[in-house]
Structure formats: structure tokens, C-alpha cells
């Protein structure tokens, strides 16, 4: 999901620029095409992290670039890069560093909308995340509510980083 250089008290922050929903209304079958940008609000480390280690190989420190680490996920999403803006959900879910030279990560995140406009909906984002790469793309595979039967992708770069703090874009 992210790459850590150097420190591992500092999180890559990504930017997800553009999701594009193609999903099922349930009283018609015509797709819709929503574009959104949210951001998502990163934490590291500190007793606020909202991205933490929680496996790895036992003679080894877990970062993000240490092949078999697992973190767990449960991060804020708001409308704008200020962590104070307005709520709009929570990505949770989990990602793991599972290339051998640290480069890549699976990542399983399900982005559960709590906002007026998506609320109860959720998608469901799962596939191989380049960690280092400029713009990367991961695989929309589910979702549910108004993203009922979705299936599409979502892109992201790096956004930003304020010492331990780091912000996303969708």
C-alpha cells in the first residue's frame, strides 16, 4: 500500500486521484460513472496510528519494505487533506509487504462510507500495489449499497507527508 524509505516512524502517504465506479442502480441496470477525490488521513505511529505491524518474520524489523510484513488499517477519510475537514468514511482492512525485494504490497481495504451523500455503501479494494512507482492502480473488485455489484479501478500517487502524518486522495 505505501512504502517506507528510511524511517520507519514516517508512512509514504498515497494519493488516490481517481475513482471510477461503474455500478448496478437496483432498480434499473444502467451503469452510473461517479468521480470522486477523498482523501485519506494516515497515521504511522505514535499512540494515534491508524496503520500499525501486526506480523512478520520474527528475525526481522517489519516495515514496509520488509518482505512478509502485515499491517492492519483503519484510517480516516475526509474531503479535503486537512485531517480536520468533513468525514466521509474509514479504509480498513489490511495490506502486506509481498514482494521479495520489498517493492510490493497486496493490499484488501474496504472503503466503508459514512457520509450523507454514500452512507451504508461500501468498496472493496484488493490487488498488488507497486509501492515505489509514481502512479499506481489497484482493482475495485466489490461493493455495496450504491456500488452494488462495482467492479473498476482506482488510481494513486503520493500526496503528501507532515512528519508522522500522511494524507491520500480518491
Known amino acids: 500500500m505505501a512504502?517506507?524509505?528510511?524511517?520507519?516512524?514516517?508512512?509514504?502517504?498515497?494519493?488516490?486521484?481517481?475513482?471510477?465506479?461503474?455500478?448496478?442502480?437496483?432498480?434499473?441496470q444502467q451503469l452510473t460513472e461517479i468521480k470522486m477525490s477523498l482523501y485519506f488521513q494516515d497515521v504511522s505511529s505514535g499512540?494515534?496510528?491508524?496503520?500499525?505491524?501486526v506480523a512478520g518474520i520474527a528475525t526481522k524489523h517489519w516495515?514496509?519494505?520488509q518482505f512478509g510484513t502485515i499491517f492492519i488499517t483503519d484510517e480516516p477519510i475526509t474531503e479535503t487533506p486537512d485531517p480536520n475537514s468533513a468525514p466521509v468514511g474509514r479504509?480498513?482492512?489490511?495490506?502486506?509487504?509481498?514482494?521479495?525485494?520489498?517493492?510490493?504490497?497486496?493490499?484488501?481495504?474496504?472503503?466503508?462510507?459514512?457520509?450523507?451523500?454514500?452512507g451504508g455503501s461500501t468498496l472493496q479494494i484488493q490487488g498488488a500495489s507497486k509501492q515505489f512507482e509514481g502512479v499506481r492502480e489497484v482493482s475495485i473488485v466489490s461493493g455495496t449499497g450504491l456500488f452494488r455489484c462495482n467492479i473498476s479501478v482506482l488510481y494513486y500517487s503520493q500526496c503528501g507527508l507532515q512528519?508522522?502524518?500522511?494524507?491520500?486522495?480518491i
Open 63 to 65: 516495515t514496509f519494505t
Open 3 to 28: 512504502a517506507l524509505a528510511g524511517s520507519s516512524s514516517f508512512f509514504l502517504a498515497l494519493l488516490f486521484l481517481v475513482a471510477i465506479s461503474a455500478s448496478s442502480a437496483e432498480t434499473q
Open 47 to 53: 499512540p494515534n496510528a491508524t496503520t500499525i505491524p
Open 163 to 169: 512528519s508522522q502524518f500522511s494524507f491520500h486522495q
Open 91 to 118: 479504509a480498513q482492512g489490511l495490506f502486506a509487504t509481498t514482494g521479495l525485494d520489498g517493492l510490493n504490497a497486496h493490499v484488501m481495504v474496504s472503503i466503508v462510507f459514512t457520509n450523507e451523500a454514500y
